[in-house]
Every structure is written in C-alpha cells, then in structure tokens.
C-alpha cells in the first residue's frame, strides 16, 4: 500500500502554514514498506495529519489516496476495516481505556483479528518490560509505561503501515531501544512502511526520507 | 484465545436500577394483553356455547289465547321453518323434535318416578357431543344430553328440597335410569343414561334416529311434531332479527339475551384494558429506550475508542441489541408463565359452571412472540439510530 497526499490543507490551517512545508498543500507519496520521518515542531498540525491519514478527520481540502484509491469514497465501515487490518497507530495521546488493565487494552485490539496468543503478548511486554504491569489498570500506570501498552496495542494486528506519533516521548533511552527493536521486527514481519511523527530529527529507524511539516 | 467483553465495557460499571420500573411495566403491559384476549375468547365460548363466531337462540310460538283456544298451533311447519331460514339475518335453523309418545322416568332407589319428555336437534347444532351420544335400533340405553342450567337447578334446588346431598357430574353419568316409552300393551322398558351437559340447549336432547324411530313406533301415520326451534345467527342484538321475532310472535329464551348484554359489557371492559396494556407497554418501551440512550451517552468515550481501533457500529450495537433482546425474552417469559397460571385458574373456576371445552386463543399464543419481535425491532431501531450518529 502506498499512501499519497494531494494538496491536503485542513480547514483550521487553512491561511496559516508555512510555505516551505512539505506536507500541506502539497503533493507527496509515501511508497509501500518505506520508513520516513515526518519533523513537526509543536502546533504545525502533527496530529491533525496523524488524525487525517487514520481518517478521523475529514474537515480539510485536497486529496488523499490509499493505492491510488481516494478516501474521500471510503465509508466508516471501510475506515474501520483499514483501522483493523492496513495501518496501525500509536497515539500521541495513547488512547487507553483507564479503567481498564494493560492486557484488557491490548485484547481489545488484538481480538479484532486475533493477530497474538495470549503468550505471544507477554512475550512482547516482557521485551518491553512491562509484564508486571499487564494486569494493572492503566490509571495506575506511569507515562511511559502507558506509551508501552498502547505501542504492543498498535503492533497487535496485521498492518501495511505503522504511524508512529511521538511514541517514545516518555521512555528512556534502554527502553526505546527495546521498543525500537519490537516494532521493527513486527514492521519487517509484515512487510509495512512506517511514518514517525517527531518533534525532533532522530535516527531511531532507517528512514528513506525525512519530511518537514513547517 | 481469550477476549474483552463490550458487554463489560458498556454495563460492567454502570448500575441498572433505572431499568427496574420500566421492565415492571413492560412485564404487566407484555402480561395484560394477550390475558385480554384470552378472556376475551373466554367469554365468547362460554356464551356462545364453544368456540363459534356464531350465536345460537332457542325460539318457541307465544301461547296466546288462540293458540290456547285451539285456533292456532305451537307447532313449527316445514314452511314457517323455511320461511325464517330465508331470513338474511339467520344463518341456519334447526327443527327441534319433540316425542309423541308418553315418557316416563324411573328414579333411582324406588323414589317413584315422573313423566318427562324428549327432544331433538341436528348434532351440528350442538355444543357439547360426546361419542356415547349415539343411537342404534336394538340399543337398548338411549343417550341422553341435559342442559347444564337443569343440572345447577338439580343440585341447588331439587335435591336440597328433598333432603339428598348434590350429586357432581361424573356420578350422574354413571346412572343408568329405566324409562318407560308409550302405554297400554305396546309400553316399552328401555333405559336413559346422561351422556353429556350443554350450554346452548336448555332441554332434553337425544339422539334425532332414536325419536324418529320411537315417534314411528307408536304413531305411524303422524308427523313429528317440533315446538321449538333452534336459531343459528352471528349476531343475536341485530335489530332485524328481534323486530323479525317479534312480528311473528316468537319467543326468545330471555336468558341468551342477557347473556349477549353481559358480553357487550365484559367486552368493553375487555377493551378498556386491552388499551390501557397497549399504554403501559409504549411507555414502558420508551423509557427502556431512554435508559438505553443514556447508557450510550455515558459511553461516549468507550464507543469513540472502540471505533478508533477498528470496531464497526454494528459491532457496537449489537452488544447493546443483544443484551435488551434478552431482557426482553426473560420478561416475556414471566409474562407468559404468569398468564398461564392466571388462565389455568380461570379455566378451573369456568368448568365448574360450564361444559364447554375452553380453548386457547390465537390472540394469546401470537402476542408474546410477535410482541418480543415489535419490541426488540423498536429497540434495535432506536439502538442503531443513536450509534450511527458516532461517525468517527
């Protein structure tokens, strides 16, 4: 799958993005399996484009094809197909249920395709070392230990691209090797792409290109 | 592999006491209807004399002084039956057949005997007709069918009156009473057994073949004669039909006109409850709708990140469908066993005043199941409705 952006410029922003962007308002694709690095300084819109590409935002001008094929057609059953099976995201918010357990988050993904076993899962958690905390609810959870339950949640079902939005903003430097290390592996095993959405230029994968957004 | 339940998600933590009132009147409306209408069928049988959308009336001639002079006759003709059977009102007719021979009874334990009479009608025109009510030359015990009004008088006056205790159906059905037919030389010993009790006829019926062949016994060369006559009609309070009798001087048994009175009364009744269930029931309905609405709106946040992960609406609605769905059935199960105990103790407490084979209505065994299926396809709807305007 590849993803291409025609001229998108989202109804707020309209009048207020730099030219010099890479993104709004213009034309770019991102090719099947690539890894690219999207650079999106604070306010630039990096969750709005996070939100557009998922297709929970609709509110903005110009086009954006999946293989070629323009989401403005797609209904929310469709939307809900791609969300299960062809592009997975880890939020820069998370979006965890907080009355619910670490695993109860990553099973209510998983069990849409049922992508893992069970022991498949604390396997990944004990990578990311996280398997003493599978069985807590997530308000009880620190920061990065949320950022880890919701990166096993997005990995928890077959994709043809990862986004990633700014997924390890609260993890140490061990502990976003080991996540890079897991997402990398799963990206490989299903032959996907990758989008990081980062304040920050970094070198965490092996990016075929960076974008600016500003 | 094991999974969240959304049920969990949407009920787990919620408190459904805001469901109890609701499915209370849900139960009672679900309970009343389908018993109005088993009441309904009720009644019906029990006046019209079994389960018949027709009325039966039993008509005789008014003894005026004519007919008390000898001018006239109490007699119905071939003619005046064929006359009254044109009638647009009038369904059918039946001659009833009178004896014309002497009838005399034996009583049991040498208490003396009466004399008594016979009569005879077609068997469709009868309510209550047992197998043993069956008639063949060179049988020598005719059967015999009472009206059920003689049999309360039996139990509550005469035997009372002479000091004996009531005697209950099933051991008069096993007297077996001499009868003496005729007189002089040709008189013949025969013998009577009550074979059944009837709700529509208040007379003595037996068998039509036997006083055919008893009236040709005795009198040959004369005619049966038939005082009575029996009315088959759809409607016994049309006008037509009471202005038709009255210019003909027939006679109605009063008791089958009150009865049709109280029926248009219980009808009513029956009708004011029915609406009243309807009313209970729509409101119960909707506030069971409200409940499930706010139970959704509670689930905002839930029902956004399950679409976020890549749930379908569908998904999401059928977890709130199924579990009311539910609900719904178990309600209308209590209802249903509820209406079943009701309608057995009413059926217990009519058999002892009345002979008819009460029925079920197809009122009663429709409703509940095409009540869930309105109910649960209004909720469904109403369900669906509220989820559909999640469109992330």
């Not at chain 2, 309360?152 to 077996?176: H, V, Y």
């Not at chain 2, 007189?183 to 055919?212: A, E, H, W």
């Not at chain 2, 609605?317 to 178990?330: G, P, Y």
Request: with cysteine; hydrophobic share 45%; glycine share 6%.
């Amino acid at each position: 799958m590849n993803i291409k952006l025609k001229n998108i410029a989202p109804h707020p922003l309209i009048g207020a993005f730099s030219p010099s962007t890479d993104i709004w308002g213009k034309a770019i694709t991102i090719e099947k399996g690539s890894k690219v690095l999207i650079l999106a300084p604070s306010g630039s819109g990096k969750t709005t484009l996070v939100s557009v590409l998922y297709g929970l935002r609709k509110d903005f001008d110009g086009e954006l094809f999946f293989n070629d094929e323009s989401t403005s057609v797609f209904d929310i059953d469709k939307w809900s197909d791609i969300r299960s099976n062809s592009i997975a995201v880890v939020f820069q918010d998370l979006q965890l249920l907080a009355d619910l357990t670490a695993m109860e988050n990553i099973l209510l993904k998983n069990q849409l395709t049922n992508q893992f076993s069970r022991a498949k899962i604390e396997e990944m958690a004990n990578q990311l070392g996280i398997l003493n905390k599978l069985n807590s609810k997530c308000n009880n959870l620190s920061r990065g230990e949320k950022q880890r339950v919701a990166i096993i949640r997005a990995l928890c079902m077959p994709f043809k691209f990862i986004i990633l939005d700014e997924p390890f903003s609260h993890l140490d430097e061990i502990n976003t090797q080991k996540a890079i290390a897991l997402i990398n592996k799963i990206v490989a095993s299903n032959k996907a792409g990758l989008i990081m959405v980062n304040l920050f230029a970094d070198n965490h994968f092996n990016y075929v290109s960076q974008i600016k957004m500003v | 592999m094991e999974s969240v339940s959304l049920f969990k998600l949407f009920f787990g933590t919620k408190s459904l006491k805001g469901l109890v009132f609701p499915l209370i009147g849900l139960f009672l409306g679900i309970a009343l209807i389908p018993l109005v209408f088993q009441i309904n069928h009720d009644v019906k049988q029990v006046l019209k004399g079994g389960d018949s959308n027709y009325q039966y009336l039993q008509i005789s001639k008014e003894i005026g002084i004519s007919t008390a002079l000898g001018l006239g006759t109490i007699n119905f003709s071939e003619a005046e039956i064929k006359k009254i059977k044109a009638q647009s009102f009038i369904e059918d007719v039946a001659q009833v057949t009178s004896n014309n021979f002497r009838v005399y009874v034996e009583a049991p334990y040498n208490r003396g005997g009466f004399d008594g009479y016979m009569h005879s009608i077609p068997n469709e025109f009868l309510d209550e007709h047992p197998s043993s009510f069956f008639w063949e030359i060179g049988q020598n015990e005719i059967p015999v069918i009472i009206s059920n009004q003689f049999f309360t008088l039996l139990n509550t006056g005469i035997l009372p009156a002479q000091g004996q205790s009531p005697i209950p159906k099933i051991a008069i059905k096993q007297l077996s009473l001499p009868v003496y037919l005729g007189r002089g030389n040709t008189r013949l010993k025969m013998r009577l057994r009550i074979v059944g009790f009837s709700d529509r006829i208040t007379t003595v019926i037996v068998p039509r073949n036997f006083v055919d062949w008893a009236n040709n016994q005795f009198h040959p060369n004369q005619k049966s004669k038939s005082t009575m006559a029996i009315l088959k009609v759809k409607d016994s309070g049309n006008k037509a039909l009471s202005q038709y009798l009255n210019q003909n001087d027939y006679e109605v048994n009063k008791e089958q006109l009150v009865a049709q009175k109280g029926m248009w009364i219980a009808q009513v009744i029956l009708i004011i409850l029915f609406t009243l269930g309807l009313i209970i029931s729509f409101l119960s309905i909707n506030s069971v709708i409200l409940f499930v609405s706010l139970v959704i709106m509670k689930s905002t946040k839930i029902i956004e990140m399950l679409l976020t992960l890549g749930y379908k609406r569908t998904n999401i609605s059928s977890v709130i469908i199924k579990f009311f769905s539910f609900l719904i059935c178990i309600i209308a199960l209590f209802s249903v066993m509820l209406d079943w105990f009701l309608i057995e103790f009413l059926h217990h407490v009519i058999k002892e005043y009345s002979s008819v084979e009460l029925t079920i209505s197809n009122g009663f065994l429709l409703f509940s199941p095409i009540a869930v299926f309105v109910i649960v396809a209004y909720i469904s709807i109403a369900v669906k409705k509220v989820i559909r305007q999640f469109s992330l």
